[in-house]
């Protein structure tokens, strides 16, 4: 099982080989300014298992977690396509709304709470962490 998707204009296709290890949204101020002012909703795969085509542009920046975040979109579209933490470059987040519909991958924990703004909505089955947690994204072994 594994997933496809694309960024808004279809410049930029990604192929998904595995199963996601963990689904996260985070509201930190920087995905907020990717998200419009929402949380980004991440899934994390292993690095091995994503690849794409069309040309993506890299950034990066310090996290708010001390850690450097590298993240990729879609130049002509602006879509956010993928992103992942120096700390652990062996996962790649594949943000969910690139990912083709109808799947299955829904948030398991909302991570930087703390920087949300007054109006989120949390969910509270869900488990919320105020910043990064502790480890993650969690093995799946
Ligand atoms: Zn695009
Ligand atoms: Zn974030």
């Given at each position: 099982?594994g997933y496809?998707?694309?960024?808004?204009?279809?410049?930029?296709?990604?192929?998904?080989?595995?199963?996601?290890?963990?689904?996260?949204?985070c509201?930190?101020?920087?995905?907020?300014?990717?998200?419009?002012?929402?949380?980004?909703?991440?899934?994390?795969?292993?690095?091995?298992?994503?690849?794409?085509?069309?040309?993506?542009?890299?950034?990066?920046?310090?996290?708010?977690?001390?850690?450097?975040?590298?993240?990729?979109?879609?130049?002509?579209?602006?879509?956010q396509?993928?992103?992942?933490?120096?700390?652990?470059?062996?996962?790649?987040?594949?943000?969910?709304?690139?990912?083709?519909?109808?799947?299955?991958?829904?948030?398991?924990?909302?991570?930087?709470?703390?920087?949300?703004?007054?109006?989120?909505?949390?969910?509270?089955?869900?488990?919320h962490?105020?910043?990064?947690?502790?480890?993650?994204?969690?093995?799946?072994?």
């Amino acid at each position: 099982m594994g997933y496809t998707g694309r960024c808004a204009c279809d410049t930029v296709q990604v192929v998904i080989e595995a199963e996601a290890v963990s689904v996260r949204q985070c509201w930190c101020r920087h995905c907020q300014h990717l998200a419009a002012g929402n949380a980004t909703t991440n899934a994390f795969f292993p690095a091995e298992a994503v690849s794409t085509t069309g040309e993506l542009v890299w950034n990066s920046h310090k996290a708010d977690s001390g850690n450097e975040l590298h993240w990729a979109f879609c130049p002509q579209c602006g879509s956010q396509m993928l992103a992942y933490s120096t700390a652990r470059p062996q996962f790649r987040g594949v943000r969910v709304g690139a990912i083709d519909q109808p799947h299955d991958l829904a948030p398991q924990a909302i991570i930087w709470t703390s920087e949300a703004p007054a109006w989120a909505k949390l969910d509270p089955d869900l488990p919320h962490f105020a910043g990064q947690p502790p480890a993650a994204p969690p093995k799946t072994d």
